[in-house]
Nanobody, 115 residues
Framework: QVQLVESGGGLVQPGGSLKLSCAVS????????VTWYRQAPGKQRDFVAE???????HYADSVRGRFTIFRDNKKNVVYLQMNSLKPEDTAVYYC?????????WGQGTQVTVSS
């Protein structure tokens, strides 16, 4: 069974940075695709960034140029480095692994961007 545990969230001021971690067990991160999503209160869960295969990446337009997704294969962790944070980035951030026929989610980590 795949398990994902997010960490690294917190309260930061606009323009600040946070580095989120998604610790993965049950599968090696260099052999699968891991995706970050976020969900703000009262909003749908939105795609943020994705990494898979031979380190290809994909980003939502709203975060491209500010966020970087990468992984540490030795630690089996996928990271989301978030820079130039904006209040609209406030959300619970989730990591996801979708491998047919199963979809796995972490419990999320809260990111709050506020002055």
């Amino acid at each position: 069974q795949v398990q994902l545990v997010e960490s690294g969230g917190g309260l930061v001021q606009p323009g600040g940075s946070l580095k989120l971690s998604c610790a993965v067990s049950g599968i090696t991160v260099d052999t699968t695709t891991v995706t970050w999503y976020r969900q703000a209160p009262g909003k749908q869960r939105d795609f943020v960034a994705e990494i898979g295969g031979v380190d290809w990446t994909h980003y939502a337009d709203s975060v491209r140029g500010r966020f970087t997704i990468f992984r540490d294969n030795k630690k089996n962790v996928v990271y989301l480095q978030m820079n130039s944070l904006k209040p609209e980035d406030t959300a619970v951030y989730y990591c996801n692994n979708n491998r047919y026929p199963h979809e796995y989610w972490g419990q999320g980590t809260q990111v709050t961007v506020s002055s």
